[in-house]
């Protein structure tokens, strides 16, 4: 492809300009040629005309392209980077992960109306059912928006063919806002819940807004036992609403009775029939006051209303079940409602949890409580638990206790008053240190408290041998107090670690303990970001090499992050990971906001063009003032492209005096 664009450079402008209107003629023509006509056209120039195509268009030449060898990422990449504007880094590196980007973000946009640039460009090829089928049969996630009801009164009507191809698609559900059960109108929303979590696959709950109610709903059924009282009243106490005859009629019936869904085959996806829209949708409004007593959320007889079928011994609907529960805005009323039905969760298998403020220690006692009773229960598959924010470090060690079986868990802790009873809490004994041992293997701490009990850091890692990824943030110790003890506990502990990411932490008197943690480790990915490296380094060139010698051992290493470090010119020693006749296997290297000149910048080039890395090497070169001399470092950036995938968006000098200031 270079060497395409240069020749390309060479031609005259008339050349260039008559080549451009093709391509248009081509992408406003489309439909008439056939992608016949585009696949009959030589290699070279269909791999030219793909960031000229629609969305659909690229879709549709996909299979075929493939077929022949030829990929479309360059097509779907310049649909990203016209999305996201020139200065957006992007980081989709195959072909499916970049199409799956571009549906992900254009299918929620498009489908509920929103705009943006792009769309507003391109909405004539957009705003089309093909478009939205399309990327429907690549999303996996499902953002439901009850604010827009009539896009969702469209799924239960004449785009019902739609809603029968996201049941089968749709992993994940998104519920963005709180559902008010009393009103007519958001049975909608109910009916496509109902459809994607439980006749569909979808196993993946988040709810972003606080609603308790709605989350009883939710969970009802779904995994869990429980049954809260006040959903349990509302659904007893409401009726079942009927749909008229006329909505009834054998037109509806045949596109939108259960089990259309069953009979259409896959080869058959592309072929849409309009559904009629049903009269319950276009009530009158006297109508809709007479009917408010027939108001049910009851999901049984919500799937009667809108897809009515022949007779009282239709089967059942079944019930679906929550794998992967997200929380967001989890206040105590919702955490209620959680811990009631936990007990009985038993194929709940992660537990995310999400607080604007910090959580109550009352809340978090009880969480525990409840995770306690689902373990004890013998039949937990809970696995994944993440929560933030916890008002103090050692609540996380209950929470460990409470649910022995987590083998990952991810928390963040922020307290920045101190409260003598904290420390009270739970007293630190050496016997705790003696206590189970923990199947975990990821653990991500992060912390914002004025002062972090090393102690408890130090005293999970011993407890959990198998642990392959770490990752832990805004440790602050005592003036006088080292690091050291949190790195030595990591080489005598932790052998089987993959992944290690020490980020917001002061390591710059902790060289000896580092070169000993890279000693016969296995590390996969390594992140030292924003650790004061080389600020207590005498000799800060001369310690580097030994870091890069130490790095260079380790032949599993593959990605290597010293972001926001302050290497400026000591940047250059780094070149040296790739020299002699033992290069270094990192693959992605991320040296991003550390304050690295032009000059510098080159000077590192030249050196790596003479230790060149033995295979593509990705730079992150992100927030660095490259527009200090925008010449140099043009020029260093043309040496690094032949062999480096270069990540770099456009910075300006105050913005990273910015970031200079806040790293001093």
């Known amino acids: 492809m270079r060497d395409t664009g240069r020749k390309a450079e060479q031609r005259s402008p008339t050349v260039v300009c008559l080549k451009e209107v093709c391509f248009q003629a081509v992408r406003k023509h489309f439909a008439a040629l056939a992608t016949e006509a585009v696949l009959d056209l030589p290699t070279p120039l269909i791999k030219d005309l793909l960031r000229h195509l629609t969305v659909c268009q690229l879709d549709e030449l996909q299979p075929a392209l493939n077929q022949r060898g030829i990929s479309t990422l360059s097509g779907w990449l310049g649909v990203l980077q016209d999305m996201c504007g020139p200065k957006h880094v992007i980081e989709q590196h195959t072909e499916e992960e970049a199409k799956h980007e571009v549906m992900r973000m254009l299918f929620t946009l498009v489908f509920y109306g929103f705009t943006n640039p792009f769309v507003k460009r391109n909405i004539t090829n957009l705003n089309t059912p093909s478009f939205l089928w399309a990327a429907a049969k690549c999303i996996r996630h499902f953002f439901l928006s009850t604010s827009l009801h009539k896009r969702l009164q469209g799924l239960t009507a004449e785009e019902r063919p739609l809603l029968n191809l996201l049941e089968k698609r749709i992993r994940s559900v998104g519920v963005s806002q709180c559902i008010d059960l009393s009103k007519r109108k958001t049975q909608t929303a109910l009916y496509v819940l109902h459809r994607l979590l439980d006749h569909g696959v979808a196993k993946e709950l988040v709810v972003h807004a606080k609603c308790p109610i709605v989350l009883a709903w939710l969970l009802h059924g779904r995994g869990s036992q429980y049954r809260n009282p006040e959903l349990m009243n509302l659904m007893h106490s409401q009726k079942p609403s009927c749909v008229s005859p006329a909505a009834s009629a054998s037109a509806d019936r045949a596109s939108c009775s259960p089990g259309l869904e069953t009979r259409m085959s896959e080869d058959q996806d592309d072929e849409v029939t309009p559904c009629k829209r049903s009269k319950l949708d276009s009530v009158s409004v006297e109508e809709e006051e007479s009917r408010k ?362 913005g990273t005096m910015s970031d200079h200031i806040s790293n001093m």
């Not at 794998?323 to 709940?348: H, K, M, Y």
Request: charged share 20%.
């Open 293 to 654: 007593a027939n108001l049910t959320v009851d999901p049984q007889l919500l799937c009667q209303t809108f897809s009515p079928c022949d007779g009282p011994s239709a089967v059942a609907c079944p019930w679906g079940q929550i794998d992967c529960l997200e929380i967001r805005q989890c206040g105590s009323d919702s955490l209620r409602v959680l811990n009631s039905a936990l007990p009985t969760f038993s194929c709940l298998r992660s537990l995310t949890l999400h607080s604007i403020s910090t959580f109550r220690d009352s809340d978090v006692l009880d969480l525990a409580r409840a995770l306690r009773q689902l373990s004890d229960s013998s039949c937990s598959s809970l696995t994944d638990l993440c929560i933030s924010i916890l008002p103090y470090t050692k609540l996380v060690v209950i929470l460990l206790d409470a649910s022995p079986n987590l083998t990952s868990l991810h928390v963040t802790i922020q307290n920045v008053m101190w409260d003598p009873r904290f420390s009270q809490h739970r007293p630190r004994t050496a016997e705790s240190d003696k206590s189970a041992e923990l199947p975990l293997e990821k653990l991500t701490v992060k912390v914002a408290e004025l002062q972090t009990d090393l102690h408890f850091i130090t005293s999970v890692l011993r407890r959990s041998p198998h642990l392959t990824s770490f990752h832990i943030a805004g440790i602050r110790l005592p003036t006088g107090s080292s690091q050291s003890r949190l790195l030595a506990t990591l080489s005598e502990s932790n052998h089987f670690l993959r992944s290690l990411n020490l980020e917001d932490m002061n390591l710059s008197d902790c060289l000896p303990e580092i070169l000993n943690l890279l000693r016969d480790c296995k590390l996969e990915e390594l992140q030292f970001n924003d650790c004061r490296l080389l600020e207590k380094w005498s000799n800060k060139e001369e310690s580097l090499q030994q870091l890069v010698a130490a790095l260079k051992t380790v032949p599993t290493l593959h990605t290597l992050s010293l972001a926001q470090n302050r290497l400026a010119k000591n940047v250059c020693v780094l070149a040296e990971l790739f020299s002699g006749c033992s290069p270094s296997s990192v693959r992605r290297l991320n040296i991003s906001s550390n304050f690295i000149q032009p000059a510098e910048l080159l000077e590192f080039t030249n050196r790596l063009r003479t230790h060149r890395p033995p295979h593509q090497l990705t730079l992150d070169l992100r927030k660095n003032p490259g527009d200090r001399d925008p010449e140099t470092w043009n020029t260093a950036m043309r040496g690094l492209r032949p062999f480096c995938v270069l990540l770099f968006e456009g910075w300006t000098s105050t």
